[in-house]
């Protein structure tokens, strides 16, 4: 996400300063921007939790904040397993940049698919939650193990896995790279990923051509900037107030 900055003048906050607190105001400053950080913290997970559609518990524990004398940097965790964490994937429905709505971000699964030369940068893989065949957890997202599964059986490329709840299952994509393109033409299926047992043919993944767009809802630092705004002036002065005493 894009860094913005925002400056606060203390006598504008809390009014002019007697000789005696401004001995004592970098103190309480240094004290209540590392309250800032903490309150702005926990106010933006709350905020994610009335935005979002049952988010995951890594994306609410994802607003960070790091003080340092009298600054305080208001972030979202960059940690993630490769590449995947909360900066990148809230970047696609932020407001930061831009105010319009924007590609979501590019999924490992996708990019895993890319990697192993059955699709190519053009296409996107989208689960088919519609279908019987694709499981979702408690948050409404597909599990990570399905994921896995689905690419283990097109690593296989047609040989039936054995053991476990998918056994006998054969799993196929089309269109599929690397297999020749007079047989990507004459396929009669429609663009996507597929499991078949016996007649049991299931739907998994469909493809689009262009990335999904997805609204715009998460306005991070109008959010940050404004209850800052708001509860800076309290905590400043009840941490001179503290150091006066």
Excluded: C
Excluded at 22 to 32: E, L, N, R
Excluded at 108 to 132: M, N, Q
Excluded at 214 to 229: L, Y
């Amino acid at each position: 996400m894009a860094s913005s900055s925002i400056e606060f003048d203390v006598e504008q906050l809390i009014g002019q300063l007697n000789a005696i607190q401004g001995t004592q105001i970098k103190y309480a400053g240094t004290q209540a921007m590392k309250r800032l950080g903490y309150e702005l913290r926990q106010e933006l997970s709350q905020h994610m939790a009335k935005t979002f559609n049952k988010p995951v518990p890594f994306t609410l524990a994802s607003p960070r904040y790091s003080a340092e004398g009298l600054e305080t940097r208001i972030y979202i965790s960059t940690d993630g397993a490769k590449g995947q964490d909360p900066a990148r994937y809230l970047y696609p429905v932020s407001t930061e940049d831009v105010t319009g709505a924007k590609p979501a971000y590019t999924t490992r699964f996708t990019k895993a698919l890319r990697h192993l030369g059955i699709i190519d940068s053009s296409y996107f893989a989208v689960p088919w939650k519609e279908g019987r065949a694709v499981p979702v957890n408690a948050y409404d997202n597909v599990p990570a193990s399905f994921y896995q599964s689905t690419l283990q059986g097109l690593v296989r490329h047609g040989a039936a896995k054995k053991g476990g709840p998918t056994s006998g299952y054969q799993y196929f994509s089309v269109p599929d790279r690397r297999i020749g393109p007079s047989v990507r033409r004459t396929s009669s299926f429609k663009q996507g990923i597929y499991r078949v047992k016996g007649r049991d043919l299931q739907y998994l993944f469909g493809y689009a051509r262009r990335p999904p767009i997805v609204p715009t809802k998460f306005d991070f630092a109008g959010f940050t900037f404004r209850r800052a705004e708001q509860i800076l002036p309290t905590l400043l002065s009840q941490e001179l107030e503290k150091a006066m005493r």
